[in-house]
């Protein structure tokens, strides 16, 4: 921008105006989306905006809004148009009587967007990692290589109890499929290339949201990390699993007494209940 270190404060966020990117610090509060407060803040090198709009909001107010590039935001990549508009990470929304000042800023970075169409890499930095979230049926995890489900016996179907706990190298991915938790069927898939022949429920390499479960703030930012990582791994070097850890000599128990619930309901076989109790008392 023209002058370095210019602040265009809004009700729910802060843009400083550098000479190649916008620093976005978003503020901390009850009325703060929360999808905000996980962010903290991001730069956006100026290569990422597509296009950059002023337009009337409610109530006496003006919102700046700069769109991104389709690609260039793991974030959003990951939304899919999903967000409401009041958790658009891209939307000023100021005071009206500072229109002028925000028509400035506007006319400034239109003036810089140089390079249209679809970004062929991501611009913008996901969020950090490590990640983790609890969905309706399990535990999502995320430490930047490896991703892992660990199901919950009180949410988790038959089938996935049957598979057992999931581990998913990023270099096995091919893509992330997220559902927002505020419409039927919210879920996060993890995509390994082929379709999906089942339903979020049922498929192992799935997480199903619910009342509570995988909120925005916590999925989505999951979700985003998860999609850098797996766009990003052709540059990094393959990284081996991680060998499983052993684990508490209770949860094992306790995940042995429902899988014996399951057989005794008719919805595990004889075979797949000795196999896996096998596979959890080996565990030990």
Do not use: N
């Not at 370095?4 to 916008?22: R, T």
């Not at 002028?100 to 969020?127: C, H, I, K, N, Q």
């Not at 899988?259 to 008392?281: M, P, Y």
Request: with cysteine.
């Amino acid at each position: 921008m023209s002058r370095m270190g210019d602040v265009l404060a809004g009700f729910h966020a802060a843009w400083e105006f550098e000479s190649d990117s916008v620093l976005i610090r978003y503020e901390r509060g009850i009325r703060t989306p929360k999808l905000f407060q996980a962010l903290g803040e991001r730069r956006v090198p100026l290569t990422a905006f597509e296009a950059v709009t002023l337009t009337p909001g409610k109530r006496g107010t003006v919102v700046l809004h700069a769109r991104p590039r389709p690609g260039a935001d793991p974030l959003m990549e990951a939304a899919d148009g999903q967000l409401k508009e009041s958790c658009d990470p891209y939307r000023l929304v100021l005071p009206a009587e500072r229109e002028t000042l925000a028509e400035y800023y506007a006319d400034e970075l239109r003036a810089r967007l140089s390079e249209p169409g679809p970004a062929e890499r991501f611009l913008v930095d996901a969020p950090e990692v490590p990640k983790s979230f609890k969905a309706y049926d399990g535990k999502a995890s995320f430490d930047g290589t490896t991703v892992r489900f660990r199901w919950f016996w009180t949410g988790a179907s038959s089938a996935k109890w049957k598979a057992g706990d999931q581990s998913f190298a990023v270099t096995e991915l091919s893509g992330v499929e997220w559902r927002s938790p505020e419409v039927f069927e919210g879920h996060l898939r993890l995509l390994r290339g082929e379709a999906a022949p089942v339903q979020p429920d049922q498929d192992p390499s799935a997480v199903v949201f619910g009342l509570g479960y995988g909120p925005v703030h916590e999925s989505l930012p999951f979700a985003a990390a998860v999609l850098a990582a797996v766009r990003s791994r052709g540059a990094a070097a393959v990284v081996p699993a991680a060998a499983v850890a052993r684990r508490d000599p209770a949860d094992i128990a306790e995940r042995i007494r429902h899988l014996g619930e399951l057989h005794q309901a008719g919805l595990v076989t004889d075979e797949e209940f000795s196999v896996k109790k096998a596979e959890l008392l080996a565990e030990l």
